[in-house]
């Protein structure tokens, strides 16, 4: 009951804090749109995404890792290998599987693409492309579990890693930090986003698959 | 009443709802719940604001920071959900009340 | 704004803070998670409504795919009391 009283105070607070904000526009759009021909795409969130504000998506590509490094700290062993597959699965969902896998590849390739001219990118199409691990593995697929861990944990820092190595690079020819140069920014962020993808999209799918139980056989024998 | 400010308000309620939740509901999975409930009102009104424009676009900067936020909130999400479901195999428990086995 | 897409941008507001309710006080935790995979859903219409399609694709991926998996999981497992050996 009082936690209701209590929610209610601080609902009429929040919405009278919304209704008095001052009533004349504000943002960064401007500012934003005079930079657009220096990004080296054509869609404004892109450019702030990638370039204007490199830096805080390079820093949330790290959290991501943080993240997925913790799941796979909860059980014994920091790779995959000790995840059962799940047993094989009725024919309407292998079959469904085998007909959207290559859709939602396909999907995830265009969103990465048509980043650069319009909604779309990087997190889009990592997001995509991990719902997709995760059906192949729903559908009995062995998918990440039968990767090399080497394999495993590069594809995961892959994007964080390829972000650095820009930054460095830049740094290393004389640009400012993450400052990309107008010239080269759209191949650039292309390669960036290419290898955020593919982490992101292993990222997703490692965060659910990582959270099954072990192998049980493969668990006495750890240290 | 504007689009911008409705959306604005529904996304305090959510949050106002979600809190309550986190304070109040016993199951772990539906604090975490509320929690994203939270979240969600808070990613309402920067998107609200956002649209509060003089330009007839929307401002791309809060765009952009919701954007990863999503993400990094689904993975925040999955590593609460690793931790309950370990603390629920050590301790038999669905909440955190404390009273212990 | 026209009166349809006021009557929308409502219906899509009401739903929502009914979902959110709903999803915190069904009995059935199987259920709460459903609420909230809808619950998504409708976030992704409310961005698409905000003018906002990046983050529209990101949540109806997140939303429908991944955080259903997740909680749904989840939940099979901890909605069993102790004692119950897992399968």
Known sequence: MYGILLAGAMAFMLLDAVRI???????????????MANSGVEHPVTAVLLNFRGYDTWLELGVLLLAVMGVLLFQPGTDLARVQPLARSDAVLRLATSLLLPLAVLVAGYLLWIGKYAAGGAFQAGVVLGAALILLWLSGNATLVILPPHGFRLILVLGFCAFMAVAVGLLIAGQGWLELPPSQAGSL????????????AWTMAALIIGLQPPVSGKQEGGP | MTQELAYSMTGMLLFSIGLFGVFFVPHILRRLMAMNVMAVGVFLLLIAVAKRNADPNPDPVPHA??????????????????LARKFHEVSGETDLDGEGP | MTPMAWALDGAIMIVMIVLAVRLLLV?????????????????ALAWVRLEAPDIALAEAAVGAGITGVLLLDAAKKMSRGRGEEEP
Request: hydrophobic letters at 60%; glycine letters at 8%.
């Open chain 1, 21 to 35: 904000l001052p009533s004349e526009p504000s943002g960064l759009t401007g500012v934003v749109d005079s930079q």
């Open chain 1, 189 to 200: 962020i292309l390669f960036i986003e290419a290898c955020a993808t593919l982490s992101i």
């Open chain 2, 65 to 82: 920071m919701l954007l990863t936020g999503i993400v990094v909130a689904i993975s925040a999400t999955a590593f609460a959900v690793g």
């Open chain 3, 27 to 43: 009995r059935d935790l199987y259920r709460a998670v459903i609420l909230f995979v809808v619950f998504g859903l409708f976030m």
